[in-house]
């Protein structure tokens, strides 16, 4: 219960203050993210490719308010790819963005702002020679970043989709975006969502996470399997064999700081895996919700915070 009261309590303009200045977040925000500049990321990227494994970067920031914030969360992407292909870091490392940092919740527009912003990291991701794909926020945005993920796909055909397995809707999404060359990344789902639209418990989400990756194996996709769960993990392997798929014709992804070991251990049996690596100094919401997908993040945070 601890996670649901967490997300709960990060709304809170108090418990940000509180988390953002302490001293204590510091350590443990330097393990799930990269650092705050372009270039500690890239040194980041570098770090990882030598080990063998791919990379998808995320420039920290969401919820974006004002359209000049947007356009320098854009400006900060194409400056990152520009540097990606110049230290020719581009075939190994990818993007992804967060709609609402490009500014989908704007009023007046903020779709088609947001939308226009991705077109232009499309085009410099093209030209650095590599992909983008668009992260998955709350429900609420799902109809709108999907409509925009159709969109770019027209002029991008790579651009990849993420779907949560927890919603209820994902199952039908799923199958509509499993067709031969499309790149879904499969996710369990990191937000606070009603019952009226997500599944609760881990017993479901975990079994529509296993539905998903079976469309998506079955009919012809690229799966990004994006999880740390080592029993999906496992199912993905055995649906990889099932239908034919060497290592670099589907690949696992999970989080920077998390489970390393497991993505050395999985790229040493030849399967691609790929680290989704955060940088930026607007790193609270990321941290937030890495912190309540697991208690013991929380109880060593907290034991910090009261211990000072
Ligand atoms: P689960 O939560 O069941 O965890 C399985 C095991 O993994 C745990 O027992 C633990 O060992 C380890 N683990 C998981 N989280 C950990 C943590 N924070 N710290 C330490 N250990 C941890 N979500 C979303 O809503 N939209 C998105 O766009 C994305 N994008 C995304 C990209 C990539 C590459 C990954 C790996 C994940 C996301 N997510 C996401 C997050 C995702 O929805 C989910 O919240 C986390 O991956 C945790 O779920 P698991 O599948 O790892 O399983």
Redesign the pocket.
């Known amino acids: 219960m601890l996670g649901p009261a967490l997300l709960a309590a990060s709304r809170s303009p108090r418990v940000r203050s509180l988390v953002s200045t302490s001293r204590v977040s510091r350590g443990l925000v330097d393990r ?1 993210v990269a650092g705050e500049s372009a270039s500690d990321a890239v040194a980041a990227v570098r770090a990882l490719t030598e080990r063998g494994l791919a990379v ?1 970067i995320d420039h920290l920031g969401e919820d974006t308010t004002e359209r000049a914030q947007a356009e320098a969360t854009r400006d900060a992407y194409t400056a990152l790819l520009g540097r990606l292909s110049d230290e020719g870091l581009a075939g190994s490392a990818e993007v ?1 963005l967060k709609l609402s940092a490009l500014g989908q919740a704007l009023s007046g527009g903020g779709s088609s702002f947001a939308l226009e912003n991705a077109r232009v990291i499309c085009a410099a991701a093209r030209d650095a020679g590599t992909t983008v794909t668009l ?3 709350d429900h609420t945005t799902v109809e709108s970043t999907l409509a925009i993920l159709r969109t770019l796909r027209a002029d991008f055909p790579w651009v990849g989709a ?1 779907v ?1 397995s927890c919603l209820y809707r994902t199952e039908a999404d799923v199958r509509d975006l499993a067709h031969p060359g499309s790149r879904v ?1 499969l ?5 606070r969502e009603p019952r009226t639209v997500a599944h609760t418990s ?1 017993a479901e989400v ?1 079994s529509a ?1 296993r539905r998903c990756l079976a469309v998506l194996f079955a009919q012809g996709a690229y799966p ?1 399997v ?5 029993s ?1 993990i496992e199912a993905a392997t055995r649906l990889a064999a099932h239908h034919g798929r060497s290592g670099d014709d589907y690949e696992l ?3 920077y700081g ?2 390393t070991a497991e993505q050395e251990r999985q790229v040493g049996m030849g399967r691609r895996v ?1 680290v ?1 690596l955060p940088y930026g100094s607007d790193w609270y919401g990321y941290f937030m ?3 309540a ?2 208690p ?2 929380v109880a060593f945070f907290l034991r910090g915070l009261v211990s000072r």
């Open positions: 799930f998808t992804s992260d998955m926020e993420v949560q990344r996710v369990k789902g990191a937000y881990k975990d996470y990004m994006a999880t740390h769960d080592q999906m992804q999970m989080l998390i489970r790929r989704y919700r890495r912190l997908e697991r013991a993040n």
